[in-house]
């Protein structure tokens, strides 16, 4: 027998020997809970713990295969139902070709300006460094000095006086009224058209902005007035034109009143004279090193720098100018791109220039003016309506030149180029940057001469990824035929000058 077992003997016997005590009193609950009990409790929370911690691992691999298995199937089922590229598809859904693809994939490589005076090395040509330096943020604008040799300025001056140079511009545009008839616009519709801050009336920068943009002609704010005397358009002579007056005028009324009195070449917007270069296959072998140094100087796939414009060139005699303007517009829904016009699902009223990037090279120094003036560059904000105030006219580069906030000198072989439009943040072409806004100094000493390579592309990917296609599926077509295409001359015919 144990020794326990004796000792409860023990204390039987004596409890039978003598009076009956009272049981002893009850422990509380936590003096009767052993230390050795705490730590088997520890444990058991432990061990719940871990099942509940091997449980949601279990679930969120549960999850995860049941995500893979699900997307893989979705896979498989889209693979299936898609037609194969030997079947029949119409136009309309027809996919992208590779080649719009691959842009989708790869974003347009866009340069970072970094600060104002950055400088950053390039190498353009064998053999040689260039410097890059950052000239303003807003718009993102660089230059490059030597970008062309002496040799490269002469040929392309020679190429183009060999061609022969035509007017810029016309000295008034015809064809507005039609315009106006075909959208079939009301007078009330056309003034809250030109009423830019919709106060009801019609003040003079805005009617200047619509007559320059409309008949090409760069009126003052003196010529303003003039015109509205003579018309007496401006019936209680406050300077404004309200809806009843407005209505009083004919849509060619200035027109009208301009080809009375005469316009001189000064007060055109443009005062120039260009030509086309085409730089495709079979042109002069320096046409065609300048397109792949803008290639590798934009970093743009070689088919968007292909399928672009083709080199302008442009000599200002003296007193020739360019008042400021964008190179390219704003692109609303109801607004096609010029060079991909052919792929727009529907006809649009309007178009306008799609110029992703612009490089302008100065094919000679100026002995007086000609400077590349950019009047709102970096500054804090863009505001339309305070480009002209107290008749100081930001916008006029023959008398207002010298208060742009950037001018550009022009020496021989330097190129400058500027980014026209924002990015969309996603690769592609984005909103216009309106603070690219610029335009030529008037030249008052000698001749200038200046290059122009717009490159082409189109906000709207699904209609430059057709346009691409539709030049694709024609130059297999002439190659079938045996011929071959220059992709310049796809551009022949609908370059837009601004």
Partial sequence: MSD????????????????????????????????????????????????????YIINVIALLFYVHYNSGQEDATRSRDAPSSDQQRPAESR???????????VSL?????????????????PDKVHEMRTLSLKPLLFEIPGFLSEDECRVVMQLAQLKGLMESQLMVQDGQEELAKELNLSPEEIFN???????????????????????????????????????KADKDGNGLLSLEEFRLLSSDAFQRFLLQRGVKRSQLVRNSRHTWLYQGKGA??????????????????????DLSEPLQVVRYEEGGHYHAHHDSGPVY????????????NTSTPFETSCRYITVL???????GGGETAFPVADNRTYDEVSLIQNDVDLLDTRRNCDKSNLRVKPTKG??????????????????????????????????????????????????????????????????DEGLTLNPDTQNSDIHQDL
């Fill in 4 to 55: 326990n077992q004796e000792s409860t003997d023990t204390e039987d016997t004596t409890a039978s020997g003598s009076a009956t005590l009272p049981p002893p009193p009850l422990r509380p609950p936590c003096e009767r809970l052993s230390c050795h009990k705490s730590s088997v409790c520890s444990r058991s929370y432990f061990v719940v713990v871990m099942v509940f911690f091997h449980v």
């Fill in 95 to 105: 996919r992208p070709p590779s080649k719009a693809e691959f842009l989708r994939d």
């Fill in 109 to 125: 490589a866009r340069i970072e300006g970094i600060r104002v005076g950055h400088v950053q090395k390039v190498s353009l040509v």
């Fill in 193 to 231: 058209l030109l009423d830019i801050n919709q106060d009801g009336q019609l003040q003079l920068h805005e009617i200047l902005t619509h007559s320059r943009v409309r008949d090409g002609i760069w009126l003052t704010p003196e010529n303003l007035r003039e015109i509205y005397a003579g018309l």
């Fill in 284 to 305: 002069h072998q320096v046409l065609q090193d300048i397109k792949a140094r803008v290639t590798r100087l934009t970093r743009l796939p070689p088919s968007l720098v």
């Fill in 333 to 344: 829904p109801e607004t096609a791109c010029t060079h991909t016009r052919l792929a727009a």
């Fill in 361 to 367: 090279f100065y094919l000679n120094s100026v002995e």
């Fill in 414 to 479: 330097t190129a400058v180029f500027w980014y026209n439009y924002l990015s969309d943040g996603r690769g592609w072409v984005g909103e216009q940057d309106e603070y690219a806004l610029h335009g030529g100094c008037v030249v008052t000493h000698g001749t200038k001469w200046v290059a122009n390579k717009w490159i082409n592309i189109d906000p709207d990917y699904q209609r430059q990824a057709r346009y691409q296609q539709l030049v694709s599926q024609q130059a297999e077509d002439e190659d």
